[in-house]
């Protein structure tokens, strides 16, 4: 059997993955039956949709971001936590293969801690720029963060 090693995607990466992850499925199977039977009648069918769009769960309503929670109520964590949650797992696969496809480049050439510094200062700055511009809107996700990363992928590129 072929061993996984965290190294070959970026230790960063394989960390952020995992984290959204684990996420993903405890906001898909904690969820109020009243947020579920809004989905679907069919409990079943609504733990389905959840999981493939939705982000109904306990984490979702906890974690994603908000500005109005963030600078009127002190919930200071959102503009962590709404990085590994994601609006179901088309939302988080389409993420993770940014993150697989150019986020290991850059961690390679930039070291693990630089990178995981840039990915997470990053993807703060674009909650609170977000936050300003629209501070009742819920959002979630590590896109800003990934785009961030882009961004940094197009300067390193600029720079030879």
Same mark, same amino acid.
């Given at each position: 059997?072929?061993?996984?090693?965290?190294?070959?995607?970026?230790?960063?990466?394989?960390?952020?993955?995992?984290?959204?992850?684990?996420?993903?499925?405890?906001?898909?199977?904690? @969820?109020?039956?009243?947020?579920? &039977?809004?989905?679907?009648?069919?409990?079943?069918?609504?733990?389905? %949709?959840?999981?493939?769009?939705?982000?109904?769960? $306990?984490?979702? &309503?906890?974690?994603?971001?908000?500005?109005?929670?963030?600078?009127?109520?002190?919930?200071?964590?959102?503009?962590?936590?709404?990085?590994?949650?994601? @609006?179901?797992?088309?939302?988080?696969? %389409?993420?993770?293969?940014?993150?697989?496809?150019?986020?290991?480049?850059? $961690?390679?050439? %930039?070291?693990?801690?630089?990178?995981? %510094?840039?990915?997470?200062?990053?993807?703060?700055?674009?909650?609170?720029?977000?936050?300003?511009?629209?501070?009742?809107?819920?959002?979630?996700?590590?896109?800003?963060?990934?785009?961030?990363?882009?961004? @940094?992928?197009?300067?390193? &590129?600029?720079? &030879?």
């Amino acid at each position: 059997m072929k061993k996984i090693s965290l190294k070959k995607y970026g230790i960063v990466n394989s960390v952020i993955i995992i984290l959204c992850v684990v996420c993903l499925l405890f906001n898909s199977l904690i @969820v109020s039956q009243d947020a579920l &039977k809004i989905i679907s009648p069919n409990i079943g069918m609504a733990y389905v %949709l959840n999981f493939l769009f939705g982000c109904q769960g $306990e984490l979702g &309503k906890l974690g994603t971001m908000s500005g109005d929670l963030v600078f009127n109520h002190g919930q200071w964590w959102r503009l962590f936590i709404h990085i590994f949650l994601h @609006v179901g797992v088309i939302h988080m696969v %389409l993420n993770m293969m940014a993150l697989i496809v150019l986020g290991k480049y850059i $961690e390679r050439k %930039l070291g693990s801690i630089k990178y995981g %510094l840039y990915f997470i200062g990053i993807s703060v700055l674009d909650a609170l720029i977000i936050s300003l511009i629209y501070p009742n809107n819920m959002s979630a996700g590590a896109s800003g963060g990934i785009f961030g990363v882009i961004g @940094v992928a197009f300067v390193m &590129k600029l720079m &030879k």
